[in-house]
């Protein structure tokens, strides 16, 4: 099977501070795209991956990220939003692709069970992702910081990366998006608006989006367990 993924790390990172976009900080002494890159050139599952980059970080991401790891084997430029850069790293697929990934950058401690089980049913059913069931409980508040009510929290879910899908799926669901002017918060948003399936897998509390500076210090201790080499 030809399974290959799209890593968007086209994000600035600005809730992070500073002038390097956060898939390239350090998280102990590794840019944090560096551990996510490793889990899926280990798990021995993916054929081919397409890392898209902020533009005016093209030459430099091409440099150091090109064939390291082997199976990254095109970096490209994003577009304006999440959704643009998905649309580019999957034009610049092959067309006998069967299964597509696509995971955040900043999300370095996904596992390689998530990995092996969102293209186990992706490719029975059309598409799959990650998520985690809601614990907390949630409450609507106003713009005033009043809240409304308590939010009914049985079947919500917390989405995160890998999703995986069919590459014609993808593809419907990017053409259908495209025609209508829709926008969706990730892939899987896509794939509803065309009125298809979205199986859910589990995902892990420790397969966290590295957003802000205090990410890093849980990510650090999260290195120590997952990485201790490093």
């Known amino acids: 099977m030809n399974v290959c993924v799209i890593i968007p790390a086209g994000g600035q990172g600005t809730r992070m ?18 551990y996510t890159l490793r889990t899926f050139q280990e798990s021995g599952l993916i054929s081919s991956l397409v890392l898209v980059v902020p533009e005016k970080e093209l030459d430099n991401a091409r440099s150091d990220w090109l064939d390291h790891p082997k199976i990254v084997k095109q970096v490209i430029a994003g577009g304006q939003t999440r959704q643009d850069s998905v649309l580019n790293g999957y034009q610049a697929l092959s067309a006998d692709t069967d299964i597509v990934l696509v995971h955040d950058g900043v999300r370095p401690f996904l596992s390689k069970e998530m990995i092996r089980e969102t293209i186990n049913v992706a490719g029975k059913y059309g ?26 929290r049985d079947g919500l879910w917390r989405v995160q990366t890998p999703q995986a899908f069919c590459y014609d799926l993808l593809g419907e669901a990017f053409l259908k998006a495209k025609a209508d002017a829709f926008y969706g918060t990730d892939e899987a948003a896509l794939i509803e608006y065309l009125g298809q399936e979205v199986r859910v897998v589990d995902g892990s509390e420790w397969n ?23």
Do not use: M, N
Not at 17 to 34: A, D, E, N
Not at 210 to 217: E, M, N, S
């Open 208 to 230: 966290l989006k590295i957003t802000r500076p205090k990410d890093l210090v849980l990510g650090a201790s999260i290195v120590e367990k997952l990485f201790p080499e490093v």
């Open 127 to 152: 598409a799959a992702i990650t998520a985690i069931p809601v614990h907390d409980t949630l409450k609507r508040v106003d713009d005033r910081g009043i809240v409304q009510c308590t939010v009914e």
């Open 17 to 34: 501070g500073g002038t390097v976009p956060k898939q390239f900080q350090s998280l102990r002494g590794k840019p944090i795209l560096y």
